[in-house]
């Protein structure tokens, strides 16, 4: 009797003892978890990487030196180049590749030029992995030596452990940053836990030219299985801090011409006796933004939704580093000192700037010339809840008022080559939890939760149309220089960038695991 109550006592204590030993292994994963520790499965294709990084490197250097310029006509034939190529690429690695046609659109001019072809690509069907799709750009901004560029902006050049080139990060290094991800799985024969669509364009710095179209077309076949968006196209707010994009602002652009006559005159022979063309454009150019910033247009405040207690304690929280965001952009002083205000200004605020001047005389030296006809390009960036038409109306009426005022006899045309909506998502999707996950594996760091002042033109399409969870997961560091002469992705960023997509792609997997689970068990219930 005795002994057998020692011996259910003993056992008793066994037991006790391997659950504690069970509990104290789960509490050490759970924090392993939390601080970051990738799994055997994530060291595997994390170590590939690594020792590929060169030949990922060398992939974008081929790839910055296509000149994919979306902005100038004559470079048009440099971006179907850079689309066939990426579709290579992607067929290279298994991916099923459509190449869509969208037409041609036409130029100030008339004159009609075809746009690149749009890539649709798949690369897994099975019913029981979620499905991601990546959207991302291959298209450039112009660049020129002459800009100001250090090293040629086609030529990817490594200094101090930075990548120099035009596209480097905006956005041909994050692109390939995920096909990079996809072949490691591939490279060392591991399945990929999810389904990947791919919808990579070649218009977008020229503002999505006949993409929603295709979305709208597509939206019952292409994107029925889509669970998820994600796009990697825009900066971190800090040059170290990772961070995970729920906002962008969008963008009306105008141009603005006036003319005198059909040709140049000779400022000696006419100056002093005409209204000179230039002269009313910068005075229109003039009344659009005062000193402090604020856009003189009446009514463009009308509806911009007010800034809420939980957005200004949002800002409050966020670590930014205003020296440091200050030293990026080369300017001594800002408009704000605050960080709140510049955030606001930046996310939650419209604002104008004027982007140059068609048919003035730029180069160095004097040309002494009265010039015949000039375009002035600017452009709003707006913010919810702005409209863009009831925008793109107001700001003609008040350059027509502001003309007027002028008498002058020469003729002012108004139009608007492009505009693109804001974009807000919900950052309590599931998809958010998985990408800080994959952030905290790859960073062993929480990201900083941001808007963006840049706009993608196809984000709020793609949400209001496929009706899916959209995010944005940048790679980029703030001083990466998108659309400046020092454009530049770090090897850090590239090659941490890629193991962030890898393990991107096997928390989606982990989640929706257990959102199937729990949809299972609530039915069941
Ligand atoms: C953020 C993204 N990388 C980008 O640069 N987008 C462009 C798109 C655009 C807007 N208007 C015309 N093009 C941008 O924000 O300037
Ligand atoms: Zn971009
Ligand atoms: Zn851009």
Redesign the pocket.
């Known amino acids: 009797m005795y002994l057998t109550s020692a011996c259910g006592y003993l056992l008793f204590n066994i037991a006790n003892f391997v659950l504690n030993l069970q509990i104290l292994a789960l509490s050490v994963i759970m924090l392993l978890f939390e601080a970051g520790v990738s799994s055997g499965l994530e060291n595997q294709i994390f170590q590939y990487i690594d020792l590929h990084q060169n030949e990922f490197i060398q992939t974008l250097k081929e790839w910055v030196a296509v000149e994919s310029d979306s902005i100038q006509p004559e470079l048009r034939q440099e971006v179907t180049r850079m689309v066939e190529l990426t579709a290579d690429r992607l067929r290279a690695m298994g991916t099923t590749v459509e190449l869509v046609k969208l037409g041609s659109h036409k130029l100030p001019d008339g004159q009609s030029l075809p746009l690149p072809p749009l890539i649709l690509a798949e690369l897994g069907k099975d019913p029981q992995k979620p499905t991601v799709c990546f959207y991302g750009h291959v298209d450039v ?1 112009p660049a020129k030596k002459e800009d100001g560029w250090k090293t040629d902006p086609y030529t990817l050049t490594e200094i101090d452990g930075n990548l120099y080139g035009r596209g480097a990060t ?2 041909k290094g994050p692109v390939l940053a995920w096909i990079n991800a996809v072949e490691s799985f591939r490279a060392l024969k591991l399945d990929i836990p999810v389904n990947l669509k791919f919808i990579i364009e070649g218009m ?4 999505s030219l006949g993409l929603e179209e295709i979305i709208k077309k597509e939206n019952q076949r292409f994107f029925s299985d889509v669970d998820y968006i994600v796009i990697s ?2 900066l971190w707010l800090s040059n170290r801090k990772p961070a995970l994009t729920y906002g ?1 602002r969008g ?1 009306i ?1 105008f141009s603005v011409e006036v003319r005198c006559g059909e040709r140049d005159l000779h400022s000696g022979s006419f100056g002093g006796i005409i209204h000179e063309p230039m002269t009313d454009l910068i005075a229109l150019l003039d009344s659009l933004v005062d000193t402090s910033g604020r856009i003189l247009i009446p009514g463009v405040y009308d509806d911009v939704a007010s800034l809420t207690e939980e957005e200004k304690k949002l800002y409050e929280a966020i670590e930014f580093d205003l020296e440091e965001y200050k030293n990026n952009s080369g300017v001594k002083k800002f408009l704000y000192d605050t960080k709140e205000e510049i955030l606001s200004h930046l996310w939650r605020y419209p604002s104008l700037s004027i982007h140059g001047i068609e048919g003035a005389f730029h180069e160095p030296g004097i040309k002494t010339v009265i010039p015949a006809k000039v375009i002035g390009k600017f ?1 709003i960036r707006q913010v919810p809840h702005m409209d863009i038409s009831i925008g793109e109306h107001q700001v003609i009426k008040y350059l027509e008022d502001v003309f007027s005022k002028r008498n002058s006899p020469n003729k002012l045309k108004v139009s608007v080559p ?1 505009s ?1 909506m804001p974009w807000v998502a919900d950052i309590n999707d599931p998809l958010y939890t998985a990408a800080r996950m994959a952030i905290k594996t790859v960073f062993g760091q929480d990201p900083e939760m941001i808007r ?1 002042g ?4 196809i984000a709020q399409t793609f949400q209001n149309i496929t009706r899916k969870s959209v995010m944005m997961l940048p790679i980029g560091a703030a001083d990466d220089a ?2 400046s002469q020092k454009e530049k992705i770090s090897r850090h960023n590239y090659i941490q960038g890629t193991k962030l997509f890898a393990a991107l792609f096997l928390e989606i997997a982990k989640l929706h695991g257990q959102l199937q689970e729990a949809s299972n068990t609530t039915t069941t219930n």
């Open positions: 901004q905006d956005n977008e710095e020229a503002g196209d825009n962008t963008n652009c452009s492009i693109a963006d840049a706009t993608i033109p998108e659309h």
